[in-house]
């Protein structure tokens, strides 16, 4: 008894080929991701808020910036922290206590700026914007 073999072509382009993948939109699990690009990108961008932070906080007039700045000032205090400076107001160190506090308030500023760059990176990534309930024309039976 004869049997027919039946050729297959395995040359062809599967689920996993990068011929057939989409379009690189920076995700962290594609391989064509350049994580050196986007960790320069980062760095640019907290750099840029950081003088626009710093350049806000300059004026009596924004609030807004103070307020958030202070936020991450009071949210990342450490009991240490406040212990030398404590200590250090106690002995009449005032040099010492305005270092502590510039180099706290700078390291705010800092957190501050890498979450707004954070928030920039994460918003340009997004491919698609995701709709919402209202933004949905069909009902769950798929009739518009």
């Not at 699990?29 to 907290?46: A, C, K, S, V, Y």
């Not at 200590?87 to 800092?110: C, P």
């Amino acid at each position: 008894m004869h049997y027919r073999k039946f050729r297959h072509d395995y040359g062809k382009p599967g689920y996993g080929d990068s011929c057939t993948w989409g379009k690189a939109v920076g995700h962290p699990g594609d391989p064509r991701t350049d994580h050196e690009q986007i960790r320069r990108r980062l760095d640019m961008l907290t750099d840029t808020f950081g003088k626009q932070i710093r350049a806000r906080l300059s004026r009596d007039d924004d609030d807004d910036t103070t307020v958030q700045v202070a936020d991450r000032f009071i949210r990342y205090l450490n009991d240490s922290e406040v212990v030398d400076i404590i200590r250090d107001a106690q002995r009449g160190r005032k040099e010492n206590v305005f270092r502590t506090i510039t180099r706290l308030i700078g390291e705010s500023v800092d957190a501050l700026a890498e979450t707004r760059a954070m928030e920039q990176l994460d918003a340009a990534q997004q491919p698609f914007s995701c709709p919402t309930f209202r933004d949905c024309r069909h009902d769950i039976g798929g009739r518009a």
